[in-house]
């Protein structure tokens, strides 16, 4: 992993959060050394309002239940991300 991934990884993060007009964004870095060796992020933005406590890890917690998001929502995120990277 070269020290050019970070950076990356938070140029992204930046993305999202302007894109997503989101106060807190989770960032997760998941991998593993075996077989396929691979690492790779999730960036969840969080709806303005969501407590602290239930920041963090919490989010990722599968008694909270998943949302349910549009495709036309996603693909719309989609888009703005893809606008921010070209300027």
Same mark, same amino acid.
């Given at each position: 992993?070269?020290?050019? $991934?970070?950076?990356? @990884?938070?140029?992204?993060?930046?993305?999202?959060?302007?894109?997503?007009?989101?106060?807190?964004?989770?960032?997760? @870095? #998941?991998?593993?050394?075996?077989?396929?060796?691979?690492?790779?992020?999730?960036?969840?933005?969080?709806?303005?309002g969501?407590?602290?406590e239930?920041?963090?890890?919490?989010?990722?917690?599968p008694?909270?239940?998943? #949302?349910? $998001?549009?495709?036309?929502?996603?693909?719309?995120?989609?888009?703005?991300?893809?606008?921010?990277m070209?300027?």
């Open positions: 992993m070269t020290n050019r $991934v970070p950076w990356q @990884t938070d140029a992204y993060l930046d993305l999202v959060r302007r894109a997503c007009s989101h106060r807190s964004t989770i960032a997760s @870095t #998941l991998g593993s050394q075996q077989g396929n060796r691979h690492v790779h992020w999730h960036l969840a933005p969080l709806p303005p969501v407590p602290y239930q920041q963090q890890t919490a989010v990722f917690d008694e909270r239940g998943y #949302l349910e $998001v549009p495709d036309d929502d996603v693909a719309d995120l989609a888009r703005r991300v893809g606008e921010l070209a300027d």
